[in-house]
């Protein structure tokens, strides 16, 4: 990690840069499969599944049998776990329901909103080295208190043509409707134009690698929401002496440990702590399983040493990170005046992990400076807000010729007219 | 308007096509533009200025004075207009706003989320035979509501180098806090990199045509979010004998005369009403200023007889309309049961010439079937939401085995021991 000692506004946006990614060679392969599945749909979707997981399936669909072998497959601690997790996020997601709003803006007109569930969603869940079930809590969850129809959950099946035990668990437990065995791109394309084991849906949502965030991106020109662009996962930890160095190191290398490009950065008041941190980092990543990944990840990140709190504060707000950690003794001030940011962890006691898992927030989160302008994940991205109106006789003759003037200045007759024709009636 | 009557279901999705887009042969020119942007800044800018609207400017920023100027030349009768629909607007989008939304989730872990507002934000307003400054309203108005810093404003500029009167009033009036002469293509890739005179945004809400359209599909490559994707202006009247034909004649027309894209549908339980309707159509179309593009947009519409409400209903949700007038002598049917619609027009007073202007109801709707996974422009396009959690020592203790147990089974060990190395010392 190196250090930046008070680094002048204009050096920012370089010091703070994410590690770059190209995506424009990977569009064309993208392209390519979105059109085969498009045109082919299982076939084209067997194909691929057989080309990148390197598998031939009897059937793409997860039956109830396999997902009851899953679950008898797992340790009753984890499902332990899993249920305390499930049952905080539900807690903090059932906590963001809305009422209707509804108001009298002129006698006689009145408007309201009400949010209404997205009927179709689709939920990715990447496989890899392990199974990131977490992430099926994350999605599933909010998906059903708000009512989403069908939740079909997509995740590359294994060499053995199987969909890790825990993913299977967690997607029943969450109300997930369809399970099937597709990933990469050619599951998004499935999801975008439907094929006939896979359902068409209105929104995407999940995380996945370079191919699957470009077909996520393709998939909106179809017309397909997504929850939002995704990126190498980041952490910004601000903490002064007041901190605990091996639990910042620690939070550290959580993040590190995620992918090489993975950005960690850490900005203190001390030097003295900073180098704290540091000598607990080469300490605690000795010992990790992933030590390999978390070393190159580190490689990318900084430790910027900021006197002034003012400009801590102005930092954190242009970097707009994805996690930020809170670990000062004037939390208080971060937490008032923080614009952009996606998930905010306060004090001592609050890892990074927490929100990963168990604590209720949502984990699913804007990358790459993207807190900016996007939320996380919650509950209002599975539903829709839909206006209505109701206008009396009264409230039309109290806006009637408001609408007409401004209608009339706008070059729009038959708008006019839509209220002229009734204000006739009504005079 | 051709009518069908009780069409199957297997024939709706044919039947209620969208008039089809080519954006394809566009994007070359947007990617070029934008590329020019981004590289030379103002100078590429101006360049586009002067090929597409024809004018050389000596500067792109519009002065107090010139905002002065163009508000001593609109009548009182039309400020008053517009003061009026700005309050009803104001009035709505106030009512959306949220409290802070907070929880314990389990004894010592509290979670809350909080909106805070996007600081820099674009409004894109198109230029053409008539300047529609009641979309500054729409989209000004609930900026300034959710406390957005900056709100830019970009509108090509006639062949004079001006910007229609309306917008520069209604622009200061809804607190603008930039107004700029430029217009397609360029004034996306301007507000999208920044150059010398416009500022970087990151986010862009506005309507436009198929260039304006691409280039904001384009600037979320960027990282720059948008409102929606968009598409040519549509209507959805539900109407039965209770419904009064020449009104609904006129709601028809209003979306008529959009653009010759525009489309118009009408769902009935009755034949001999439609055929009023249409009748009344003719009749009011002749007097029509725009009654070519009206014309040419009716060739597109439908209009589908329906005998069964459920089967009207399924209808209307596979079309998920943007604009959906409901005159039936059960609209309580509609409203309980409407999945996919934008914005929701109840009852025989209740035209959408109200929503585009006065009511108080934003007409930035989603398009094209969108409505099945997109909210209209509201309060909370404006904000994003941040969560926050402060985990007490009882909390970590409460919650911290879950996540040991979770981090492991998803192999990230590093997660687990952010949590493991607070526990030891807390144990």
């Not at 992990?353 to 989160?365: I, P, R």
């Amino acid at each position: 990690m190196k250090t930046f000692i008070n680094p002048n506004q204009s050096t920012w946006s370089t010091l703070l840069k994410r590690p770059t990614q190209t995506i424009d060679d990977i569009e064309t392969t993208v392209t390519q499969i979105f059109d085969d599945v498009q045109r082919n749909g299982d076939q084209a979707v067997a194909k691929y599944t057989q080309l990148f997981d390197g598998v031939e399936l009897d059937s793409n669909s997860v039956t109830t049998k396999e997902v009851e072998l899953a679950s008898s497959n797992i340790s009753s601690e984890l499902k332990q776990a899993i249920q305390q997790a499930k049952q905080n996020i539900e807690t903090f997601h059932k906590a963001q329901q809305t009422e209707t709003i509804s108001i009298e803006t002129t006698i006689g007109v009145t408007c309201w909103q009400e949010k209404r569930a997205i009927n179709k969603v689709g939920i990715y869940i990447p496989a890899g080295s392990a199974p990131l079930f977490s992430t099926v809590l994350m999605l599933a969850v909010p998906a059903q208190i708000a009512g989403c129809k069908e939740i079909v959950l997509c995740s590359p099946p294994n060499k053995e043509g199987n969909i890790a035990n825990e993913i299977l668990y967690a997607a029943q437990l969450c109300g997930v409707t369809k399970i099937i065995k597709v990933g990469g791109i050619q599951a998004i394309a499935g999801l975008t134009f439907g094929t006939e084991s896979i359902p068409q849906v209105y929104k995407i949502f999940g995380p996945g690698n370079q191919f699957v965030t470009v077909a996520k991106q393709l998939a909106t020109k179809y017309g397909v929401a997504i929850d939002m662009p995704a990126g190498p996962s980041e952490l910004l930890v601000a903490a002064d002496k007041s901190a605990n160095a091996s639990y910042v190191a620690s939070d550290l290398l959580s993040q590190a440990e995620h992918g090489a490009d993975s950005q960690v950065i850490l900005v203190s008041d001390s030097q003295d702590f900073v180098e704290e941190v540091q000598k607990e980092i080469d300490k605690q990543v000795k010992d990790l399983p992933r030590k390999d990944i978390a070393k190159n990840a580190l490689k990318n990140s900084k430790a910027i040493i900021m006197e002034d709190a003012n400009d801590a504060l102005s930092l954190i707000n242009d970097y707009a990170p994805e996690h930020l950690i809170l670990c000062t003794n004037d939390n208080d001030f971060f937490v008032a005046n923080i614009q952009n940011a996606g998930s905010v962890f306060i004090g001592n006691y609050s890892p990074e992990s927490a929100g990963d898992y168990a604590s209720g927030t949502n984990h699913t989160l804007p990358t790459n400076g993207f807190s900016k302008a996007y939320s996380g994940v919650n509950l209002d991205s599975f539903t829709k807000a839909i206006t209505f109106q109701n206008i009396t006789k009264e409230g039309l003759l109290n806006i009637g010729n408001t609408i007409e003037l401004m209608a009339e200045a706008e070059g729009l007759q038959a708008h006019k007219n839509a209220v002229s024709i009734r204000l006739k009636d009504l005079k």
